[in-house]
């Protein structure tokens, strides 16, 4: 019984990765955008299509599904890595050349006008009471 649901989940992975290939191979608008939006060019569109095909194949035979497996994890890890490194790459081109110094004068308030400063401690006068 517990093979028959390995198995029988081998199945509907395979198909699901299947798809994601054909997808790919087919030119689907959110797969293409995908691809632009990572960086790849549409060449490795076609290659990774390819890739989760052949992987999502090796899911239906029970002796090759390790490699399958093995296949099908390697392009996850290598899809994430290049998503986050694209992430990375905007944001490092997003902080301004000044941003240090920027940060300093938001912060400590250098060069800014007078008007712009907390008002000065007065201390109390000789009642005890601020004066107004």
Same mark, same amino acid.
């Given at each position: +019984?517990?093979?028959?649901?390995?198995?029988?989940?081998?199945?509907?992975?395979?198909?699901?990765?299947i798809? $994601?290939?054909?997808?790919?191979?087919?030119g689907?608008? +959110?797969?293409?955008?995908?691809?632009?939006?990572?960086g790849?060019?549409?060449?490795?569109?076609?290659?990774?299509?390819?890739?989760?095909?052949?992987?999502?194949?090796?899911?239906?035979?029970?002796?090759?599904?390790?490699?399958?497996?093995?296949?099908?994890?390697?392009l996850?890890v290598?899809a994430?890595?290049?998503?986050?490194?694209?992430?990375?790459? $905007?944001?490092?081109?997003?902080?301004?050349?000044?941003?240090?110094e920027?940060?300093?004068?938001?912060?400590?308030?250098?060069?800014?006008?007078p008007?712009?400063?907390?008002?000065?401690?007065?201390?109390?006068?000789?009642?005890?009471?601020?004066d107004?």
């Amino acid at each position: +019984m517990k093979k028959n649901a390995v198995y029988g989940l081998q199945v509907v992975f395979g198909l699901i990765v299947i798809a $994601a290939g054909v997808a790919k191979l087919a030119g689907a608008g +959110m797969m293409v955008r995908e691809f632009e939006v990572i960086g790849l060019g549409q060449g490795f569109r076609v290659i990774f299509g390819a890739c989760e095909i052949a992987g999502g194949l090796l899911l239906f035979v029970p002796r090759l599904a390790m490699l399958g497996v093995a296949m099908l994890a390697c392009l996850m890890v290598g899809a994430t890595g290049a998503a986050i490194a694209r992430v990375a790459d $905007a944001r490092i081109q997003a902080i301004p050349v000044n941003g240090p110094e920027l940060a300093m004068e938001r912060t400590f308030r250098i060069g800014a006008a007078p008007d712009d400063r907390r008002r000065p401690f007065r201390p109390a006068g000789p009642s005890g009471a601020e004066d107004i």
